[in-house]
């Protein structure tokens, strides 16, 4: 299988300082991919380029053999990349089921005027992504919260309603920045099952998270950032026993379980 | 039955608009409603842009500007009835807000306030300095809608004062009405959505320039046909309509009201358009007790009346 998604030497620097340099990486459909390092390495920096939310220096983005590199956001969403944020980007004063929806805005929007005027094609686009992001609801477990204002959430329904707007796209690519972080034992594991189910229907995901049980679990693939650059990558069994890795990352999670026990 | 948020805000505005003349002290009181139908309009244009969309204008007056003049000059120079001005007004001021909007609402933050002020400015300007199109500052007569007549001619029987209330009144349940449809419409919801997060708002495929442009040439519109309203009920128009104060009364209605909800609007607009009535009897300091509503309710209530009130209510339900 071709990559879906191809990263190649993606570099970009705030104020002088190189924040991310000449990273590449390649995601398969259905492939898990995930980008691991210490805090600050530019995970999510990366992820920001990656998503058009920031223009790289260097490098190209290339989605489904298209350079998309720096391409506004809403377009990329329409070429089928989706995405949740690390600190959570929830329409806190719309309900559950309306936040679901906008993840359908681009099945749902038509003309403005239609909207205005209560026409019925208006509403026929309302009523399918209600369907839809209804459905959506039930497969993150949010059914019963679907009137309830997003803001009052709890955090870890939170992330899977991210999620599930995510979803809503019907995405080819799908990057998730730290969604479980946060989430208690229960809530991890449901957000791991969730993540599986999806990347077996034919999804490129794309990962950054902190909880490295969870990574080695189900990474296909994993990439390993340390001040901006890649420092190793492979199966989850390879980059564990990578010496640079242990050292930059690894190690200090190893040491502090050492102190622990 | 459960009755939807829509239903029942254009209930509540029926209500109002029919019963409120049954306890009117006198006529006189049908004129106070219209000018508060009329700002309710221009309000309600306000509560899409900055209440649904987060955006913020300071210059929408000019667009009431253009819509009253509209009805004053395109009945001589142009020959059309003045119903159809109230359209062509609509029309240019449409158009303006789209082409002032567009290169600013790609730009982040609040360029749109600053670049709308200036755009009043102008629009203000020309209104009081083309003595040759407009008379200047000394204003323009408008000619007759003749909508009275035609409903007189059907049997009624109303005065001038009713028929502009009633009239008004109607046109503003329509405004409500649409702004109501949007607020749960695929396009009143990324409207929301980008208010909410721009970010994530771009990330599911909101085209957050052009859903803001949107608004703001819906809105530029609310306040063109408010404008021509007052035109043709005060069949008189200067240049004031179009100046800053009345930019920054429609913004505060809406703030007042609470700035996210229709029917806040039409009550901040209330208010806000009959406090001056009851002011007078504080004489010069009418601006002063006004002023300080305002900081009361912004330090108290500060979602604004409505929205504020009903959370309380909500809040004791619970």
């Known amino acids: 299988m071709s990559e879906l998604l191809s990263i190649e030497g993606l570099g970009i620097s705030f104020g002088g300082v190189k924040a991310v340099h000449d990273v590449s990486f390649k995601v398969k459909p259905g492939e898990i991919v995930s980008v691991i390092g210490p805090n600050g390495a530019g995970k999510t920096t990366l992820f920001n380029m990656i998503s058009g939310i920031y223009r790289p220096e260097t490098g190209r983005v290339v989605l489904n053999g298209e350079d998309v590199t720096g391409m506004e956001p809403h377009l990329l969403a329409r070429r089928g990349m989706s995405r949740t944020f690390q600190n959570l980007q929830i329409f806190q004063s719309m309900t559950v ?28 686009r309302a009523r399918e992504a209600e369907a839809g992001a209804r459905r959506l609801l039930e497969r993150v477990g949010l059914e019963r919260a679907a009137e309830r204002e997003a803001g009052n959430l709890s955090y870890g329904s939170l ?21 479980a972080a946060g989430c208690n034992a229960v809530e991890t594991e449901e957000i791991d099952h969730l993540i599986a189910e999806v990347a077996a229907s034919g999804v490129a995901i794309l990962l950054v998270e902190h909880d490295m049980k969870m990574v080695m679990r189900i990474s296909n693939h994993i990439v390993v950032l340390d001040h901006g650059e890649k420092i190793a990558e492979g199966d989850p069994a390879t980059v564990s026993r990578n010496p640079a890795v242990i050292a930059a990352y690894l190690g200090a999670e190893a040491e502090a379980e050492h102190a622990d026990g | 039955m459960r009755i939807s948020p829509k239903t029942a805000t254009l209930l509540v505005l029926a209500v109002l608009v029919a019963l409120s003349p049954f306890f009117f002290p006198s006529n006189f009181y049908y004129r106070i409603g219209s000018l508060m139908f009329v700002n309710a309009i221009a309000v309600i244009g306000i509560v899409i842009l900055t209440g649904y969309a987060g955006q913020i204008s300071l210059g929408h007056a000019g667009f ?53 002020l200036g755009f009043g400015i102008l629009v203000s300007m020309i209104l009081t300095n083309e003595r040759d199109l407009t008379r200047g500052p000394d204003g323009i007569d408008v000619p007759d809608l003749g909508l009275r007549a035609l409903v007189n001619g059907l049997g009624l029987n109303l005065s001038n004062g009713q028929f502009w209330y009633f009239f008004s009144g109607i046109c503003m349940i ?98 806000l358009t009959l406090l001056p009535q009851v002011l007078t009897i504080f004489a010069e300091y009418e601006q002063l007790v006004l002023g300080l509503v305002m900081m009361l309710v912004m330090i108290f209530l500060r979602e604004g009346l409505l929205p504020s009130i009903l959370k309380r209510f909500r809040g004791r339900d619970e």
């Open chain 1, 97 to 124: 089921l309306e936040n679901a929806i906008t993840g359908y805005h681009l099945q749902e929007s038509g003309s403005v005027l239609a909207d205005l005027f209560n026409l019925p094609a208006s509403r026929r």
């Open chain 2, 174 to 271: 329509l405004g409500a009405w649409i702004a109501l449809n949007l607020f749960n419409s695929p396009a009143g919801r990324a409207l929301r959505a980008l208010h909410g997060s721009e970010v994530a708002a771009r990330t599911v495929g909101v085209d957050v320039a052009r859903m803001k442009l949107q608004a703001f040439v819906i809105s530029a519109v609310y306040a063109s046909i408010s404008g021509s309203l007052l035109a043709l009920q005060n069949r008189f128009v200067s240049p004031d309509i179009a100046g800053f104060m009345h930019s920054i009364e429609m913004v505060t209605m809406a703030v007042l009201g609470g700035v996210g909800s229709v029917l806040g609007a039409v009550i901040g607009a209330g208010i």
């Open chain 1, 159 to 179: 992330k899977r309603l991210e999620i599930a707007r995510a979803l809503a796209l019907g995405p080819k690519v799908l990057l998730l920045d730290e969604p």
């Open chain 2, 64 to 116: 009431a500007g253009i819509g009253a003049y509209a009805c004053a000059l395109a009945p001589v120079h142009l020959g059309l009835h003045p119903g159809i001005a109230v359209f062509l007004g609509a029309a240019i001021s449409g158009v303006l807000a789209w082409m002032v909007g567009r290169p600013i609402l790609r730009l982040k933050g609040y360029y749109l306030g600053v670049a709308t």
